[in-house]
């Protein structure tokens, strides 16, 4: 199995360690290439292992044992899946002849993790091991990523089979179970899409006539890496550009073709010209419900012309007139080569995309506001926009404070944020460690409320212990502030369940063996960041937030 892993590339592999796969553990012991990250709770494993995949770029590896363990990680199999990351989840299994039986920590995992993941097997034969593993592999990064469960019998793993030179090493034949010769399987290459003749010029001529054009952008164009040529198409055809949901980072914020991004408390004004615009050019993305506002944004009149790997996006959100099944990079180049070719522009729609964009460095720029009693969110984001680099890694749970990274961040680089389309909670923390150890040279924060931070916050010890530097940002209002906000607009004055009790979360951070700073006030956050970066720990910066301030378009007394 681990030989399997190592030919697919795995460097990194997340788990709580159980003993129904104590086999696989002890092979990674032979494997030094292979670094074997042990979590305090599974949902942590899964969380970092899909954000080391998004940040990577590569598929990312997590295990856990049974029931027990496998309910645990689900989450992050549900992350996976909406978010369409590649994954391959590896879960010990009650023996073969147990199952069935209601045996210690058993469940049907196959059953149980099949609708949400892309798919959901069993391997109980030895000799299937290379097969069905590599084809995991391939499944999860081809089409539309996605996460693969792979279910391993304790008994199964304890099988000894006979394995050909040609997958690397060559094993003994023994006793127990089946023996048999096992053909040469490897990790199998996946090719990109082309789109079908004619389609890109049929989306050419349509973006050339429209008068109203919008290029929507999400997962699929970081994916494949295109930035650049949406970058350049927006360029020549002046065509404004909108994000989807927590996509950020997939067009520079910064540039004048940028219109901002789509989901929670966005620029109204983009909202007001989508609405009606007569093209919409969709790159890479299944439209979820946020970004459409709960399916409502794009109108029937509107000429939607919707490119993905995956047909079964299509159609989810709207019906497109030009669908198109193809990688958007090879879209994108295929298209840009025709335009060139065509020397193709479309200065007209110049003026709405400088307005748009215009609009948006208005509603992003943060409000001078600061309070002595409480570090206010609108100040605090103005100095951390100026103190952290622009090729930073920033992750982010889900939650109200979420509202101040996502207005007033610009992203500038593809590649510099990590976050779940799904919300889930307890993902900041976790995240943050699994894209810093991806990428070990660049800075890497983590955001979470106080209610998220704490539901994984035992991964800050698997960071201290393994020397991973992430600074996490917890926002501590007391409070589940989501929840909070729309108890008080559907039931005002009857609040019940959303009140939290914490504790200080910097000292927890220095008994952990990490860097730990408490922030009360706007001038006490740049000097505390700045110690947390120079400190070179795992670091926990506590902002105390006033709690009556639950969302950043509230209205309050700006200075």
């Not at 065509?342 to 215009?358: D, I």
């Not at 909070?484 to 019940?496: G, I, K, L, S, T």
């Not at 120079?534 to 209205?555: H, T, Y």
Request: charged content about 20%; hydrophobic content about 40%.
């Amino acid at each position: 199995m681990v030989d399997v892993l190592a030919k697919e590339g795995v460097e990194k592999v997340f788990c709580v360690p159980g003993e129904s796969y104590l086999g696989v553990l002890d092979a990674l012991y032979d494997h030094p290439q292979i670094q074997l990250i042990s979590n305090r709770h599974e949902g942590g494993a899964s969380f970092m292992a899909e954000a080391y995949a998004k940040a990577k770029n590569t598929v990312g590896v997590c295990m856990a044992t049974r029931g027990v363990g496998a309910s645990n990680l689900a989450i992050g199999v549900h992350t996976a899946h909406q978010d369409s990351t590649p994954m391959v989840v590896l879960l010990g299994q009650v023996e073969r002849d147990f199952e069935y039986r209601e045996a210690f920590q058993e469940v049907d995992l196959p059953a149980f993790f099949k609708p949400i993941s892309k798919w959901a097997i069993e391997i109980r034969d030895a000799k299937r091991i290379p097969e069905l593993l590599h084809r995991a592999f391939y499944v999860a990064r081809s089409g539309r990523p996605g996460p693969v469960v792979v279910s391993l019998p304790h008994d199964m793993l304890e099988d000894t089979v006979e394995i050909a030179e040609s997958m690397g090493t060559v094993g003994n034949v023994g006793s127990e179970g089946g023996v048999g010769r096992v053909s040469g399987y490897h990790s199998y290459p996946v090719h990109p899409v082309r789109p079908a003749q004619g389609l890109a010029q049929a989306a050419l001529q349509q973006l050339i006539a429209a008068e109203r054009p919008i290029v929507l952008v999400g997962g699929g164009v970081l994916k494949t890496g295109a930035t650049p040529l949406v970058q350049e198409l927006a360029e020549v055809l002046e065509l404004p550009v909108a994000t989807t949901f927590r996509r950020f980072d997939a067009f520079p914020n910064d540039h004048r073709c940028y219109a901002g991004w789509l989901g929670f408390g966005p620029v109204k004004t983009l909202l007001e010209y989508i609405r009606t615009a007569d093209v919409a050019l969709v790159l890479g993305t299944r439209l979820s419900q946020v970004a459409t506002q709960d399916y409502s944004l794009l109108s029937p009149d509107t000429q939607v012309i919707h490119v993905d790997i995956s047909p079964e996006v299509f159609a989810k959100a709207c019906a497109p007139q030009l669908p198109v099944i193809a990688d958007v990079k090879e879209f994108l180049t295929e298209l840009l080569d025709l335009v060139h070719r065509s020397n193709s522009s479309a200065s007209r729609t110049a003026g709405e995309t400088a307005r748009l964009h215009t609009q948006y460095l208005e509603f992003s720029e943060p409000r001078e506001h600061d309070s002595d009693s409480f570090a206010d969110l609108d100040g605090l984001m103005r100095d951390f926009v100026g103190a952290v680099p622009d090729d930073a890694i920033l992750t982010s749970d889900a939650g109200n404070f979420f509202g101040w990274l996502s207005r007033y961040y610009r992203f500038k680089k593809p590649g510099t944020y990590v976050g779940p389309t799904s919300g889930a909670m307890g993902y900041g923390l976790p995240g943050g460690i699994g894209a810093k150890l991806a990428h070990p040279d660049k800075i890497v924060v983590s955001f979470s409320g106080d209610g998220g931070f704490m539901m994984t916050m035992s991964e800050f010890e698997t960071a201290v212990r393994y020397h991973i530097p992430v600074i996490a940002i917890v926002v501590n209002n007391g409070i589940y502030g989501t929840i909070r906000a729309h108890q008080e607009r559907h039931f005002p004055h009857r609040v019940v369940g959303t009140t939290l009790g914490n504790p200080d979360f910097a000292e927890i951070a220095k008994t952990f063996g990490g860097h730990g700073e408490r922030v009360t006030c706007n001038a006490e956050f740049l000097p505390a960041l700045q110690r947390a970066i120079q400190s070179g720990k795992p670091a926990v910066i506590e902002v105390l937030s006033n709690p009556e301030i639950l969302s950043v378009s509230q209205p309050r007394i700006d200075k």
